[in-house]
Structures are given as C-alpha cells and as structure tokens.
C-alpha cells in the first residue's frame, strides 16, 4: 500500500495569487490525481482542505484558530489551525 499523497499550498499575497491558488492550481492538482490538497491562507489564518473524489475536488471543511484540522487522508494528524499560524 502506498502512502497517501498531499499538495500543501499556502497562498501568497495579492489578488491574482490568490485566484491562482483557490482556482487554477486547484484545477491543475484535480486533473493530477492528487487525493488530497490543502490551501492555506494566511490572508484568513485558515486551512481549507479538499478531497479528490472521481475527477473532482469536494471540500472537506475550513479550519481556522483552536480547530483541529481533518484530513481524510492523515486521520491520526494533531494538528491545531493556531499552532501553524502562531506557533
């Protein structure tokens, strides 16, 4: 069994990175295969992790400050949104 696979992209200042993160990157990493894509935005402090179901993203949820992050794909991750941004 191969271990699980993760894009971690943390979105960079300005408008048009912005749309490249959440739009195009995330169009490029679907058509990949890559199971499981996070953003992170320091803009908002939050994390918004996505699944790869069929040929199309889903997102899973938006995590931000004490919550804990839930990834389908590291189930055992304890990780809290504050300590990547805080921490």
Do not use: H
Request: charged share 20%; hydrophobic share 35%.
């Amino acid at each position: 069994m191969s271990p699980p696979l993760l894009v971690v992209e943390v979105v960079n200042p300005g408008e048009i990175q912005r749309e490249r993160n959440y739009i195009a990157k995330r169009i490029q990493y679907q058509d990949c295969g890559i199971p499981e894509y996070w953003i992170v935005d320091p803009e908002t402090k939050t994390i918004l992790i996505l699944k790869l179901i069929g040929t199309s993203y889903t997102e899973v949820g938006s995590f931000s400050g004490n919550d804990l992050v839930l990834s389908p794909g590291f189930r055992r991750l304890n990780l809290k949104v504050s300590t990547v941004f805080d921490g």
